[in-house]
């Protein structure tokens, strides 16, 4: 009885483990399957890997063995569902999975409808996304295109639709979608225009270019201050800036859809 008692008890303190050891992946299905290696417990009798579950489901792949591949397209799933892996292995060794970045999500939208009203409401539509991505809205103004906001993207296949606000500058605007992957490489939709005929907002920082403690506009706008080095020193949105605690010398600022310079004096 004694003997039947250890054995129980040692059974279950393996059992305990093993289930204490796993690796989990999650992500985006991709059309892509996983590559793990497997390697030998350090006894040399047996491989690490004991099993592995799929969204819940155990994997009825060949893990026998050194190197091996998760078969995700027996699973039903199809591109942009997401996807659970849990690999469950045996003590004092670890296995590798090699290429879990095909579960990651990936800028591959197809954009269309992209107008812009306004009021400022700009809409679009895509199709073919694959994961959740943010869409950054960027404008082009002061000679470089500058992100203004951001929109969650909802990462399914399908039609989807989207809309946010936007603030205009004087003149001709000019907008674009981007997303950007695990890739860094960025994905771009096709620009967008509109030309607005408000008035060109104007600066006012005192005779001469010169002040020692606030910046003036007509109206409110979107503003970049940098200093002679190139350094971004303030930036925000409002109809003046205090600039008394900015140290003495020559400013670039980047305002409405205009680059100007100004002096910081005493």
Same mark, same amino acid.
Not at 175 to 202: E, G, H, M
């Given at each position: 009885?004694?003997?039947?008692?250890? %054995?129980?008890?040692?059974?279950l303190q393996i059992n305990k483990s093993f289930a204490d050891n796993y690796l989990e992946i999650s992500g985006i299905y991709q059309g892509e399957n996983l590559y793990v290696m497997n390697?030998?417990?350090?006894?040399?009798?047996?491989?690490?890997?004991?099993?592995?579950?799929?969204?819940?489901?155990?994997s009825t792949d060949e893990i026998n063995s050194s190197a091996f591949e998760i078969d995700l397209s027996s699973y039903n799933l199809e591109i942009g569902n997401s996807v659970k892996i849990?690999?469950?292995?045996?003590?004092?060794?670890?296995?590798?999975?090699?290429?879990?970045?095909?579960?990651?999500?990936?800028?591959?939208?197809?954009?269309?409808?992209?107008?812009? =009203?306004?009021?400022?409401?700009?809409? *679009?539509?895509?199709?073919?996304?694959? =994961?959740?991505?943010?869409?950054?809205?960027?404008?082009?103004? *002061?000679?470089? *295109?500058?992100?203004?906001?951001?929109?969650?993207?909802?990462?399914?296949?399908?039609?989807?639709?989207?809309?946010?606000?936007?603030?205009?500058?004087?003149?001709?605007?000019?907008?674009?979608?981007?997303?950007?992957?695990?890739?860094?490489?960025?994905?771009?939709?096709?620009?967008?225009?509109?030309?607005?005929?408000?008035?060109?907002?104007?600066?006012?920082?005192?005779?001469?270019?010169?002040?020692?403690?606030?910046?003036?506009?007509?109206?409110?706008?979107?503003?970049?201050?940098?200093?002679?080095?190139?350094?971004?020193?303030?930036?925000?949105?409002?109809?003046?800036?205090?600039?008394?605690?900015?140290?003495?010398?020559?400013?670039?600022?980047?305002?409405?859809?205009?680059?100007?310079? %100004?002096?910081?004096?005493?």
């Amino acid at each position: 009885m004694k003997k039947i008692l250890i %054995f129980f008890l040692i059974v279950l303190q393996i059992n305990k483990s093993f289930a204490d050891n796993y690796l989990e992946i999650s992500g985006i299905y991709q059309g892509e399957n996983l590559y793990v290696m497997n390697p030998f417990t350090p006894i040399g009798i047996g491989f690490c890997i004991y099993e592995i579950t799929i969204n819940e489901q155990i994997s009825t792949d060949e893990i026998n063995s050194s190197a091996f591949e998760i078969d995700l397209s027996s699973y039903n799933l199809e591109i942009g569902n997401s996807v659970k892996i849990v690999i469950k292995y045996k003590n004092d060794c670890s296995p590798t999975v090699i290429n879990a970045e095909v579960l990651k999500p990936r800028a591959t939208f197809v954009c269309a409808n992209l107008v812009i =009203g306004k009021d400022g409401t700009m809409k *679009w539509t895509t199709t073919e996304e694959r =994961g959740e991505l943010p869409f950054i809205i960027e404008q082009f103004k *002061w000679n470089k *295109w500058v992100k203004v906001t951001e929109v969650t993207g909802k990462g399914t296949s399908q039609k989807n639709s989207y809309s946010c606000k936007v603030e205009f500058t004087s003149g001709q605007n000019k907008f674009r979608i981007k997303q950007i992957d695990y890739t860094n490489k960025p994905r771009y939709s096709s620009d967008v225009t509109f030309n607005n005929l408000a008035a060109k907002v104007t600066f006012a920082p005192g005779d001469g270019k010169q002040t020692s403690s606030k910046i003036t506009f007509s109206a409110k706008t979107s503003y970049e201050i940098y200093d002679n080095f190139g350094n971004l020193k303030l930036k925000g949105n409002d109809i003046s800036i205090d600039i008394s605690k900015l140290a003495v010398g020559i400013y670039f600022i980047n305002y409405d859809n205009t680059t100007e310079t %100004f002096e910081k004096v005493k």
